[in-house]
């Protein structure tokens, strides 16, 4: 019931705010406050055996002192396993536990006894986690421990690492306990000494002492504390054996004044030193218990701005007052979260925040349980535990960020706030509807746009806010972000594409008019124009709008952005074709020329080859490959067929050819046409380059002809009726032409009887014509293929012998010659039959002898042991091993020969294989020698296929592993 009622009375200091009065309109129906309680209190399921006086918790493990001499030891991990240890039988019994300090890992644990009397002495003695019996440390007598800084760095179980003690004099001490696992865990010191002296001679009690390492560095700062000052000392220690000594960071204080402390007046006889520790464990903010308040602070290792201090961001938290008549103005403990201070009294604990100093959080404490004593927070595992006289309490602190987003949004920290919204977008909106309200109320009109928006206010009245103070350029701004931000809402996006066309355009008509069109003002708003125009999102929004923008542009008279919007719109046709409506031909050409546009020059060319030829011819050239002449064909086929068109026409598909080896035959064709009714000689030196192999020629052969003919071009005729091997009639031709031409006709053929009745022709056109011997002996001279006998007939009877007397002595010497080759050949003939015949009888006689050790040259065993054939080469194989070698090598053909050979004599019985063939053999004995003629045709070894099979590999892929495992 007491316990019910505890719970019941956790109460929330600060009430749910009235809904946020939101300009924005996106998250009116958005929870925007947490019901969760920031802090609970749950009590421990355990009861210890008297009045609680001490507390220690570290690494989830527990410690309890009570007032009748025990220790209760808990590890929270296993809550249904405790230890007590009656600890008085080990001290003297005139001291007094002050304080109970347990290390970070949890298993060294110092006690420090006071002397009740003048008699005893102080005495400060250890216990480790795994032993329950205490050791003296034996130097300690003379001093009353007050505090211990631990080495938040230790690893090791069985020692505590280089620690400071304060004690109530003021003397900073540094040791290093270690528990000896054969002494049933007794204490040895390792070290003792006095390293400093806060109270310098006077008695200055220390309240709180923490030191830790920068950045892994042999730098440290140490933080002291007393009932009113706040020490800092910040040095580099010295390592032996991997371990610090910290009394070096004392020496230049030992001779300097004192000056790095933080001093706050308080008639409390204590104070109380808390640090917090990020997710890296490295000391973030501090916080020191004073009678006036807290004072807490940002720290940063890292600063250099101050060598003396770590201290970035200080102020002093006053105390909540209290409304239950308490008498208790200052804290007897407190534990340090991140955002929160949980202050505790004797009968109640309160949460203030650090951020804005309110009360957040009050919990009362019932009179069942016995006053609070302390409230301590386990280092290592964050749990914050209220101790009373006989509960134990654990606090739990669920998200106390989630007001902290609401507090530095009211100190205009806006930064901050977003960073604890946890990416909430209720709250981030409301953040920059009031950072957009600031900055607009200071005067930053373009940074205030830019948030607003990011908001989710209204667009019409955030466009009035800045249109009723005439501020275009911030309103520029907020339009560009929202456009950003916008995606599939069509019809915003082109209201604002159009709204900023014509903010850009009123601006820029501004300046002309003012006359500041050179101006640096004016070429950036141009410029920014620009980079606006070209933005994905606008450029797609122009594609529907842009007749709208084209009117707009052209109502501001603005024609040099209407050119650029065009070619950012990729609209050139539009501009193009109105240039040539206003005869303004260089202009097209030139905006043509720049675009690179193939489908364009495809469509204006015709009328830009009309009215300027040679410019356009200029640019057509320019372009080379990226045009295609076959499409500009129907542009030249329609101008007019006068000197000046045509030799442009020419001049551009004779650089593509030349220059792009161009093989379209229509060009060819047409080219060839011009040519034909323009230019003959150029004509013939186009024949020319082409040359006479017709599987090569470009052009329509038959078509040429056909127009040369028509022409009457007989020059070209000839080469044309040559090239389609009309020889006779290119001939003819070339005879009514020039005789020389007719002769390089004749020698074109590669057929010799071709050539020679070629010749003949032209010798019968030259006699007959004029009957001029000297001529006639001229062209037997030229070619050797007619003779004179060729060309007798071809003379008239009056002629007589006597003018022939010399070449018919030449052809008879030369009928003479051949004959006496041809009886040296015959000679040489009969020589090489007597010499085959010679061989063949020699073979006859020739024989070979087999031994019985001789083996197969495949398989190596015995050759007599199965049928063989023996090779004239001297390699032997067996009949089987032979045909299984050979059938692989064989062509497919041959291969189903053998195969059906064998079958016949496998099949056909020994009546039938005995039948005489028509050569006079038995069947069985064709059978055999035709299998013979394949399978024997050739050694294996020696023949054409072993020469042919020289670049295959001597193992194939699939006998690899095959053969890698006999090799083994």
Same mark, same amino acid.
């Given at each position: 019931?007491?316990?019910?009622?505890?719970?019941?009375?956790?109460?929330?200091?600060?009430?749910?705010?009235?809904?946020?009065?939101?300009?924005?309109?996106?998250?009116?129906?958005?929870?925007?406050?947490?019901?969760?309680?920031?802090?609970?209190?749950?009590?421990?399921?355990?009861?210890?055996?008297?009045?609680?006086?001490?507390?220690?918790?570290?690494?989830?493990?527990?410690?309890?002192?009570?007032?009748?001499?025990?220790?209760?030891?808990?590890?929270?991990?296993?809550?249904?396993?405790?230890?007590?240890?009656?600890?008085?039988?080990?001290?003297?019994?005139?001291?007094?536990?002050?304080?109970?300090?347990?290390?970070?890992?949890?298993?060294?644990?110092?006690?420090?006894?006071?002397?009740?009397?003048?008699?005893?002495?102080?005495?400060?003695?250890?216990?480790?986690?795994?032993?329950?019996?205490?050791?003296?440390?034996?130097?300690?007598?003379?001093? +009353?421990?007050?505090?211990?800084?631990?080495?938040?760095?230790?690893?090791?179980?069985?020692?505590?690492?280089?620690?400071?003690?304060?004690?109530?004099?003021?003397?900073?001490?540094?040791?290093?306990?270690?528990?000896?696992?054969?002494?049933?865990?007794?204490?040895?010191?390792?070290?003792?000494?006095?390293?400093?002296?806060?109270?310098?001679?006077?008695?200055?009690?220390?309240?709180?002492?923490?030191?830790?390492?920068?950045?892994?560095?042999?730098?440290?700062?140490?933080?002291?504390?007393?009932?009113?000052?706040?020490?800092?000392?910040?040095?580099?220690?010295?390592?032996?054996?991997?371990?610090?000594?910290?009394?070096?960071?004392?020496?230049?204080?030992?001779?300097?004044?004192?000056?790095?402390?933080?001093?706050?007046?308080?008639?409390?006889?204590?104070?109380?030193?808390?640090?917090?520790?990020?997710?890296?464990?490295?000391?973030?903010?501090?916080?020191?218990?004073?009678?006036?308040?807290?004072?807490?602070?940002?720290?940063?290792?890292?600063?250099?701005?101050?060598?003396?201090?770590?201290?970035?961001?200080?102020?002093?938290?006053?105390?909540?007052?209290?409304?239950?008549?308490?008498?208790?103005?200052?804290?007897?403990?407190?534990?340090?979260?991140?955002?929160?201070?949980?202050?505790?009294?004797?009968?109640?604990?309160?949460?203030?925040?650090?951020?804005?100093?309110?009360?957040?959080?009050?919990?009362?404490?019932?009179?069942?349980?016995?006053?609070?004593?302390?409230?301590?927070?386990?280092?290592?595992?964050?749990?914050?535990?209220?101790?009373?006289?006989?509960?134990?309490?654990?606090?739990?602190?669920?998200?106390?960020?989630?007001?902290?987003?609401?507090?530095?949004?009211?100190?205009?920290?806006?930064?901050?706030?977003?960073?604890?919204?946890?990416?909430?977008?209720?709250?981030?909106?409301?953040?920059?509807?009031?950072?957009?309200?600031?900055?607009?109320?200071?005067?930053?009109?373009?940074?205030?746009?830019?948030?607003?928006?990011?908001?989710?206010?209204?667009?019409?009245?955030?466009?009035?806010?800045?249109?009723?103070?005439?501020?275009?350029?911030?309103?520029?701004?907020?339009?560009?972000?929202?456009?950003?931000?916008?995606?599939?809402?069509?019809?915003?996006?082109?209201?604002?594409?159009?709204?900023?066309?014509?903010?850009?355009?009123?601006?820029?008509?501004?300046?002309?008019?003012?006359?500041?069109?050179?101006?640096?003002?004016?070429?950036?708003?141009?410029?920014?124009?620009?980079?606006?125009?070209?933005?994905?999102?606008?450029?797609?929004?122009?594609?529907?709008?842009?007749?709208?923008?084209?009117?707009?542009?052209?109502?501001?008279?603005?024609?040099?952005?209407?050119?650029?919007?065009?070619?950012?719109?990729?609209?050139?046709?539009?501009?193009?074709?109105?240039?040539?409506?206003?005869?303004?031909?260089?202009?097209?050409?030139?905006?043509?020329?720049?675009?690179?546009?193939?489908?364009?020059?495809?469509?204006?060319?015709?009328?830009?080859?009309?009215?300027?030829?040679?410019?356009?011819?200029?640019?057509?050239?320019?372009?080379?490959?990226?045009?295609?002449?076959?499409?500009?064909?129907?542009?030249?086929?329609?101008?007019?067929?006068?000197?000046?068109?045509?030799?442009?026409?020419?001049?551009?598909?004779?650089?593509?050819?030349?220059?792009?080896?161009?093989?379209?035959?229509?060009?060819?064709?047409?080219?060839?046409?011009?040519?034909?009714?323009?230019?003959?000689?150029?004509?013939?030196?186009?024949?020319?380059?082409?040359?006479?192999?017709?599987?090569?020629?470009?052009?329509?052969?038959?078509?040429?002809?056909?127009?040369?003919? +028509?022409?009457?071009?007989?020059?070209?005729?000839?080469?044309?009726?040559?090239?389609?091997?009309?020889?006779?009639?290119?001939?003819?031709?070339?005879?009514?032409?020039?005789?020389?031409?007719?002769?390089?006709?004749?020698?074109?053929?590669?057929?010799?009887?071709?050539?020679?009745?070629?010749?003949?022709?032209?010798?019968?056109?030259?006699?007959?014509?004029?009957?001029?011997?000297?001529?006639?002996?001229?062209?037997?001279?030229?070619?050797?293929?007619?003779?004179?006998?060729?060309?007798?007939?071809?003379?008239?009877?009056?002629?007589?012998?006597?003018?022939?007397?010399?070449?018919?002595?030449?052809?008879?010497?030369?009928?003479?010659?051949?004959?006496?080759?041809?009886?040296?050949?015959?000679?040489?003939?009969?020589?090489?039959?007597?010499?085959?015949?010679?061989?063949?009888?020699?073979?006859?006689?020739?024989?070979?002898?087999?031994?019985?050790?001789?083996?197969?040259?495949?398989?190596?065993?015995?050759?007599?042991?199965?049928?063989?054939?023996?090779?004239?080469?001297?390699?032997?194989?067996?009949?089987?091993?032979?045909?299984?070698?050979?059938?692989?090598?064989?062509?497919?053909?041959?291969?189903?020969?053998?195969?059906?050979?064998?079958?016949?004599?496998?099949?056909?019985?020994?009546?039938?294989?005995?039948?005489?063939?028509?050569?006079?053999?038995?069947?069985?004995?064709?059978?055999?020698?035709?299998?013979?003629?394949?399978?024997?045709?050739?050694?294996?070894?020696?023949?054409?296929?072993?020469?042919?099979?020289?670049?295959?590999?001597?193992?194939?892929?699939?006998?690899?592993?095959?053969?890698?495992?006999?090799?083994?």
């Amino acid at each position: 019931m007491f316990d019910q009622y505890e719970q019941a009375s956790q109460i929330s200091q600060r009430t749910a705010p009235e809904s946020e009065q939101m300009t924005s309109s996106g998250y009116i129906n958005m929870q925007l406050e947490d019901n969760t309680p920031m802090f609970s209190k749950q009590k421990m399921n355990f009861n210890p055996s008297d009045v609680i006086t001490h507390v220690a918790v570290s690494s989830d493990f527990l410690v309890l002192a009570m007032a009748n001499g025990k220790l209760f030891r808990l590890d929270l991990k296993m809550p249904d396993q405790h230890e007590e240890i009656h600890y008085a039988k080990f001290v003297q019994p005139n001291s007094k536990l002050s304080a109970i300090f347990l290390d970070p890992l949890g298993y060294h644990l110092l006690m420090a006894f006071s002397a009740k009397n003048k008699d005893s002495n102080p005495e400060l003695v250890y216990l480790h986690r795994k032993s329950s019996k205490l050791k003296t440390v034996s130097k300690s007598r003379n001093y +009353e421990v007050t505090e211990v800084g631990w080495n938040y760095e230790n690893t090791n179980l069985y020692t505590t690492a280089p620690i400071l003690l304060g004690t109530s004099q003021g003397h900073i001490l540094e040791t290093e306990l270690e528990a000896d696992s054969d002494k049933m865990f007794t204490a040895s010191q390792q070290y003792w000494r006095q390293i400093f002296d806060i109270g310098k001679g006077n008695d200055t009690p220390i309240t709180g002492i923490q030191f830790h390492r920068i950045n892994k560095t042999s730098k440290y700062f140490i933080f002291v504390t007393t009932p009113k000052r706040l020490y800092q000392f910040i040095g580099h220690a010295t390592f032996s054996d991997n371990k610090p000594s910290l009394q070096s960071i004392f020496y230049s204080y030992l001779t300097t004044p004192e000056t790095g402390f933080q001093d706050i007046p308080s008639t409390l006889k204590y104070s109380k030193l808390q640090f917090f520790f990020d997710k890296s464990n490295n000391p973030k903010t501090f916080a020191w218990l004073t009678e006036p308040g807290i004072f807490y602070g940002q720290l940063d290792p890292t600063s250099q701005q101050n060598s003396n201090s770590l201290i970035t961001q200080s102020e002093l938290i006053n105390y909540p007052p209290d409304k239950s008549g308490s008498k208790e103005s200052t804290p007897l403990s407190f534990v340090l979260t991140e955002f929160h201070a949980l202050l505790m009294y004797s009968d109640r604990v309160k949460a203030v925040s650090l951020l804005d100093q309110e009360l957040v959080y009050e919990d009362s404490c019932s009179e069942v349980h016995g006053k609070l004593k302390n409230i301590v927070k386990d280092p290592v595992r964050k749990t914050i535990f209220a101790v009373t006289d006989n509960s134990v309490f654990r606090y739990k602190v669920n998200r106390e960020e989630r007001n902290v987003w609401r507090i530095y949004s009211d100190k205009e920290q806006f930064d901050l706030a977003k960073q604890y919204c946890h990416n909430n977008p209720a709250y981030i909106d409301i953040i920059n509807v009031k950072q957009a309200e600031l900055l607009f109320s200071k005067g930053d009109y373009d940074r205030s746009a830019e948030i607003y928006a990011e908001t989710q206010s209204s667009f019409e009245t955030v466009c009035l806010k800045f249109l009723q103070i005439n501020k275009v350029n911030a309103l520029k701004v907020y339009l560009t972000k929202r456009l950003e931000a916008l995606d599939d809402d069509k019809t915003l996006i082109s209201m604002i594409v159009i709204w900023m066309t014509e903010l850009y355009l009123s601006q820029l008509g501004s300046l002309r008019h003012l006359g500041k069109g050179d101006s640096q003002e004016y070429h950036q708003l141009q410029s920014d124009f620009e980079i606006f125009l070209l933005q994905p999102k606008v450029v797609k929004c122009m594609q529907h709008i842009k007749s709208v923008v084209y009117d707009l542009m052209s109502s501001h008279g603005d024609r040099q952005n209407l050119i650029k919007l065009t070619v950012i719109n990729e609209d050139f046709e539009n501009v193009i074709a109105q240039n040539i409506y206003k005869k303004a031909y260089i202009e097209a050409l030139n905006m043509l020329q720049s675009l690179k546009r193939p489908d364009l020059f495809y469509q204006f060319t015709p009328v830009l080859m009309e009215e300027i030829p040679k410019q356009t011819a200029n640019v057509l050239i320019a372009q080379g490959q990226i045009l295609s002449p076959s499409k500009l064909l129907p542009a030249f086929l329609t101008c007019e067929n006068d000197e000046l068109h045509v030799t442009e026409i020419i001049r551009y598909l004779e650089f593509m050819l030349q220059n792009f080896n161009v093989k379209d035959r229509a060009i060819h064709n047409y080219l060839l046409t011009l040519y034909a009714e323009h230019d003959q000689v150029s004509l013939m030196r186009y024949l020319a380059r082409q040359g006479q192999e017709l599987s090569l020629v470009n052009y329509d052969v038959h078509y040429a002809l056909r127009l040369c003919r +028509e022409k009457g071009l007989s020059e070209a005729c000839v080469k044309l009726s040559a090239l389609l091997g009309l020889w006779e009639s290119a001939a003819e031709l070339a005879l009514e032409v020039d005789l020389t031409l007719a002769k390089s006709v004749a020698d074109m053929p590669d057929d010799v009887s071709l050539q020679r009745r070629l010749w003949l022709g032209i010798a019968e056109h030259v006699i007959t014509k004029n009957q001029d011997i000297k001529e006639a002996m001229s062209l037997l001279e030229e070619c050797p293929l007619i003779k004179i006998e060729d060309i007798l007939p071809f003379f008239s009877d009056v002629v007589t012998i006597d003018h022939f007397r010399e070449p018919i002595c030449q052809s008879l010497q030369e009928y003479n010659n051949q004959i006496e080759e041809l009886k040296a050949e015959m000679e040489e003939a009969t020589k090489s039959a007597e010499y085959v015949r010679n061989e063949i009888q020699s073979f006859r006689n020739r024989s070979v002898l087999i031994s019985v050790s001789d083996s197969c040259c495949l398989c190596s065993l015995a050759l007599l042991l199965r049928p063989f054939y023996l090779f004239p080469c001297g390699h032997r194989f067996h009949s089987d091993c032979l045909l299984s070698e050979i059938r692989p090598q064989l062509a497919p053909a041959r291969r189903n020969k053998l195969a059906d050979l064998q079958r016949h004599l496998s099949v056909l019985t020994n009546i039938e294989l005995a039948t005489i063939t028509s050569n006079g053999l038995p069947l069985r004995e064709v059978l055999k020698n035709e299998i013979d003629d394949i399978v024997a045709n050739e050694c294996v070894f020696c023949g054409e296929h072993m020469i042919s099979c020289i670049d295959k590999p001597f193992i194939a892929d699939e006998d690899w592993d095959r053969v890698m495992k006999e090799w083994e």
